[in-house]
């Protein structure tokens, strides 16, 4: 139900995370989730996560390639705003998506 802060943090996954897809089951995506993932490439958001922590994915200074934030169709209720933000924040494109 959650990503636990710095859930993708140690050294022996970190540089290997590319592509996250981000069940509709998950409710809490707490800080860090995906900091230390500078080479992610891609995150599919089925849901809509109630809380997203500061900082959950690595800033444009630290990542190796483009990041795009994919949200479905369900994401735009309470969160479509947020992770627009964090997209346009972090230098990350955004992509709404039917999935």
Same mark, same amino acid.
């Given at each position: ?35 230390? $993932?500078? +080479? ?5 958001? =089925?849901?809509? %996560?109630? !809380?997203? #922590?500061? *900082? ?18 369900? $994401?735009? +209720? ?5 992770? =627009?933000?964090? %997209?346009? !924040?972090? #230098?990350? *494109? ?6």
């Amino acid at each position: 139900i959650a990503i636990m802060e710095n859930a993708f943090g140690a050294s022996n996954i970190k540089d290997t995370v590319k592509t996250v897809i981000i069940p509709a089951s998950i409710k809490t995506i707490w800080s860090y989730g995906f900091f230390y $993932c500078n +080479n992610l490439t891609d995150i599919y958001i =089925k849901g809509e %996560a109630l !809380y997203i #922590g500061d *900082a959950p994915f690595a800033p444009l200074s630290r990542r190796t390639g483009t990041l795009t934030i994919h949200c479905s169709a369900t $994401c735009h +209720n309470r969160n479509f705003t947020k992770w =627009k933000y964090l %997209a346009d !924040y972090n #230098g990350a *494109a955004y992509e709404e998506w039917n999935g």
